[in-house]
């Protein structure tokens, strides 16, 4: 899936919204790309993840908290390599033009050197 089509298509579902069929596909959506941008960020994909990243975000880290061009380049230079991700729950809600993506994951990550197991829970908002 690419990030264009992905944008899109959530874009196209968003506005064109209405019902709970709609609703659905739409939650649906987003839920998929939440997961393909985890698989994106443990590939180090930032040409993928890019677009997709808000040019005003905040990235809240338990050591800090970065803009987009800093956690672009953290995920590029593996200072922390989001190696996997496994979501043991997810929901999200799509209201209007914005979709908020609620999860539990358990993050192997590979910081300073070392490999560290943590389980979150994240809120991502599109």
């Known amino acids: 899936m690419n990030v ?5 298509g959530l874009a196209f579902v968003l506005c064109g919204a209405t019902g709970p069929m709609a609703q659905s596909s739409a939650t649906e959506h ?3 790309l939440s997961r393909v941008k985890w698989q994106w960020m443990a590939d180090k994909a930032v040409d993928k993840l890019a677009p997709l990243f808000h040019d005003r975000p905040k990235f809240v880290h338990m050591s800090g908290t970065w803009k987009k ?7 590029k ?15 999200a809600e799509v209201f209007e033009n914005t979709a908020i993506v609620w999860s539990r994951i ?21």
């Open 4 to 8: 264009r089509t992905s944008l899109l």
């Open 30 to 32: 987003v839920i998929q």
């Open 69 to 75: 061009d800093e956690e672009l380049d953290i995920i």
């Open 77 to 91: 230079t593996g200072s922390i390599w989001y190696k996997q991700t496994d979501v043991h729950d997810v929901a």
């Open 106 to 126: 358990t993050l192997t990550a590979a910081v300073r050197g070392a490999d560290a197991k943590t389980e979150f829970t994240v809120t991502e908002a599109y």
